[in-house]
Each structure stands twice: as structure tokens, then as C-alpha cells.
């Protein structure tokens, strides 16, 4: 399934999720220009051995280990990866940025993605695979998710559904379309993991997120306008 918009208006300019994109697509443009995708992810990413030891491997990180959490928010492996990241980000964040307020935004969308890579790296150290970097902004952006489906549960989403060989486009309601989404995260676990998907960073940062939404609520509406984006 592959999200193209939603119909929950907003009422102000969504400029904290322009600013996570930019700086998203900056650090890829960084990635691919200058340090290369592999490297990028070994100096960047969140390696579960460093955060684990406090123990800077090889190559020389590009900050000491444990905030290679923070900077492996901002790098993704691959075109697919970030453009499906920001996809997502873009449509979701926006409404949950003008729900909660900018700067509550901000911290919401940090600690959702501390709290997914730390869910990763508890999972990599039990399952024993704890020099795999891990980057992406997924862990973050589903916590986002569960606040857009708390908040807004029947906004619609125009969806792109495919079914082995057809395709069609469908309005989904949001509950179901993040509620389908997180359960195949969860049914990915059981299955053995997607290669190369944090899957119990998606599932810790969803986790984070509906928590986090509950007790923090909205900010106070005011009466404008609502922006059309």
C-alpha cells in the first residue's frame, strides 16, 4: 500500500515537516556526493555494538557512538528508502506538526526516533547481529503514524493498493490503513524479519508514539483559516 494524500485539513504552515524533508534530503545528497551509501551508514548509523559498548569502531563515526542515534535518523541506503520515508513523513506529519504544535513536534518526532532505534538495538543484541548499522527515519515516522491515527482515525487515505497483478486506488479510512500497516510489522517479526527492514524499529517507534500522543494531546485550535497543502 502506498499512501498519496489525505483529506485532514491544517491550519498552519507545516514548516517543522518542510524542515525534517530538507534536512533529510540534504543528509542523502551528503550520503551519495560525498561519503558514499556504505560508508555513510558506517560513520552515521546506529551500529548496536557502539551504542552497547560506547566503543567507536571503525570507520571513525562522525559523532561519538551514542549519538550516532540522532544522525542515523537523518540517513537512509537507498532512493526507495528515503522516498518512501518522506512520502510518508509528508502526508502524516503535517496534520500531527499542526496538531501538537511545532516545537512539541519536534521533541515527539526525536523521541520516537531514540525510543525505535533503542528497540532495535535491544532486538539486534538478543538476536545477536549487532554490527549491522542501522539508518532511516522509518523508526520516527511511525511513531508519527500512531498520532495521526489516534488523532484523526477517519480522515481519509487515497491509497495505491496492489493485488498480485492489479492495481487500484482506494480511500481508506486511517485507522485502517496505519492499523494494516502496523500489523504487517508485527506479522513480520513472526515471519522472520524483511531483509534489511528495522522491523522492531518501526514497531518501538509506533509504540513510543501512540504513548507519547495520549498524554501530550493537542495544542488549543485557534479559529483561522485551515491551509491547503
Not at 525510543?115 to 538478543?126: G, H, K, T, Y
Not at 524499529?201 to 488549543?220: E, K, N, Q, Y
Amino acid at each position: 500500500m502506498i499512501p498519496l494524500q489525505d483529506d485532514a485539513p491544517i491550519e498552519r504552515t507545516p514548516v517543522v515537516t518542510v524542515a525534517l524533508i530538507a534536512v533529510n534530503v540534504a543528509a542523502f545528497a551528503w550520503q551519495i556526493g560525498v561519503a558514499g551509501l556504505d560508508l555513510s551508514a558506517l560513520r552515521g548509523g546506529a551500529i548496536p555494538y557502539e551504542i552497547l559498548t560506547g566503543r567507536d569502531i571503525w570507520p571513525p563515526d562522525v559523532v561519538p557512538p551514542p549519538f550516532t542515534i540522532l544522525t542515523s535518523m537523518f540517513l537512509h541506503g537507498g532512493f526507495l528508502h528515503i522516498g518512501s520515508n518522506m512520502l510518508f513523513l509528508w502526508i502524516f506529519g503535517n496534520n500531527v506538526e499542526d496538531a501538537l504544535g511545532r516545537l512539541r513536534f519536534v521533541l515527539f518526532y526525536v523521541a520516537c526516533g531514540v525510543a525505535a532505534a533503542l528497540a532495535q538495538v535491544v532486538a539486534s543484541a538478543v538476536m545477536g547481529d549487532v554490527e549491522v548499522p542501522m539508518v532511516g527515519a522509518s523508526g520516527a515516522i511511525a511513531g508519527v503514524l500512531a498520532a495521526y491515527m489516534v488523532m484523526f482515525p477517519r480522515a481519509n487515505v487515497k491509497t495505491l493498493v496492489f493485488f498480485v497483478i492489479f492495481i487500484r486506488v482506494l480511500f481508506l479510512p486511517a485507522a485502517v490503513f496505519i492499523g494494516l500497516w502496523f500489523v504487517l510489522q508485527v506479522l513480520s517479526v513472526f515471519l522472520g524479519g524483511a531483509p534489511g527492514v528495522a522491523v522492531f524499529a518501526h514497531i518501538g517507534g509506533f509504540l513510543t508514539g501512540w504513548l507519547l500522543v495520549r498524554t501530550m494531546g493537542r495544542r488549543p485550535r485557534r479559529l483561522v483559516r485551515p491551509a491547503s497543502w
